[in-house]
């Protein structure tokens, strides 16, 4: 290589580096949270344009010679594409059952049965359009493949309150044997939490629609909105879990400020079997967890019998905490390790930011699969699928 290229390519890579630690630190700090969308979208053009100059000067492998980390917030790389994380094996384009490019920003993703044949279908907020979509699983249990998306019929006096991506969960609040939707909210409403009650419809003739409820739950009658009131500030992510074991669905739910001073984190809500969710305000020590845009997922991820918690958040990481069967969650760190189950499943792993996580077994073979939404710099190939690897096979 001639000494010029190579000089060329290393102010190249210093420049990325630097705009990378840079855009690193304003992402953890949060910083860039605050930033407007034009000065977002004016970051992510330059870091764009950087790494493109890098790569007409040179290859992947001279490139990581010259020391730039294009690991980090890019879209990504052969090399990235055969990663795998603790127990999970990314699974290539090919075999992958959300293979159809999902053509939108930062997808929040959630798994429901919508059609009632017993896989998962996926559905995600989309981001700016007020949208549910619905990506309905064709395959069976074992081999899910998804369609293509369909926007879910919303019906509702207000209409959406979603600027930014919304974060869908479903769980049959009303218990008249359907899923009713709840939306958490990005930024800009009063109402953050907005609940849709399921018509009965079919998804196959059309029928199926969710009407929105408004106003204070009446859990004799099942009218009103079960989180009328609260207003958890920006970035609601909501997970529906029986956490406690007596059959109800309670919630978890990420947010940023809130209106308790209670700043950036999570909250758990317990539904009382009538659809009153009532925040167990003493369940996690104050400051627990610290970033913006938490996204949970609750499952038992070591197999130890008590449920843990997976966060996303909108640094692009995801962070593992691990429940001693008390429920105090330690947050892990380091490499995964099979015999033990300890570190993170997903130690180094790094999105460009807003990680969404789902956790669901698709193929039904009797562990979790992930599949994680994020941010990314083009509008393609945005929610990841990685396989659950037995531990037996490595
Ligand atoms: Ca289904
Ligand atoms: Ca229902
Ligand atoms: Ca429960
Ligand atoms: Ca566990």
């Known amino acids: 290589m001639a000494i010029k290229n190579l000089k060329s390519i290393l102010s190249k890579a210093d420049s990325l580096l630097r705009f990378q630690t840079s855009l690193a ?16 979208n004016w970051l992510r053009s330059k870091f764009a344009k950087l790494r493109s100059r890098l ?6 492998k001279q490139a990581a010679v010259a020391g730039s980390a294009l690991l980090l917030f890019s879209i990504p790389t052969q090399t990235e ?10 699974r290539d384009r090919s075999v992958n059952p959300l293979r159809f490019p999902i053509q939108r920003t930062a997808p929040k993703p959630t798994a429901v049965d919508l059609d009632n044949d017993g896989d998962y279908d996926i559905a995600i907020g989309n981001r700016n359009y007020g949208e549910i979509l619905l990506h309905r699983n064709v395959g069976t249990t074992t081999s899910p493949l998804f369609t293509a998306s369909q926007i ?18 479903f769980a049959d609040i009303d218990k008249d044997g359907d899923l009713d939707l709840f939306i958490g909210s990005f930024t800009g409403s009063p109402i953050k939490i907005q609940y849709f009650v399921n018509n009965g419809g079919s ?38 879990v029986d956490f406690d074991g007596d059959t109800h669905m309670d919630a978890f739910m990420g947010h940023d400020y ?19 969710f009532i925040w167990q305000n003493n369940f996690f020590p104050p400051s627990f967890e610290g ?15 008590d449920l843990d918690l997976l966060l996303g958040n909108y640094g692009g990481e995801l962070k593992y905490y691990v429940n001693d069967g008390v429920n105090n969650f330690t947050l892990q760190s380091g490499p995964w390790s099979p015999a033990t189950k300890t570190g993170n499943p997903f130690d180094g792993a790094m999105f460009l930011n ?15 699969d992930a599949t994680i939404g994020h941010y990314s710099n083009n509008y393609n190939n945005t929610l990841r699928y990685l396989k659950h690897r037995r531990c037996s096979s490595g």
């Open 291 to 305: 970033s913006y845009g938490i996204a949970p997922q609750v499952a038992d991820l070591d197999l130890d019998g």
């Open 258 to 276: 809130d209106e308790y001073g209670q700043g950036i984190t999570i909250k758990y809500f317990k539904n009382d079997g009538q659809g009153n």
């Open 55 to 60: 790569s007409i000067l040179c290859n992947p």
């Open 354 to 368: 807003q990680t969404h996580p789902l956790l669901v077994d698709l193929d039904s073979d009797g562990d979790l």
């Open 203 to 240: 998804l196959d003739d059309g029928s199926l629609a969710f009407q929105e409820q408004v106003g204070p739950w009446n859990d004799a009658t099942k009218a009103g909105n079960p989180f009328d009131g609260v207003n958890p500030g920006d970035n609601v992510n909501l997970t529906f």
């Open 25 to 40: 630190e304003d992402l953890h700090s949060g910083r860039f949270y605050r930033y407007s969308p034009r000065k977002k």
């Open 152 to 169: 879910l019929n919303v019906l509702g006096t207000s209409g959406f309150h979603i600027s930014f991506p919304g974060s869908p969960a």
């Open 81 to 90: 594409a055969q990663q795998s994380f603790g127990p999970f094996v990314k």
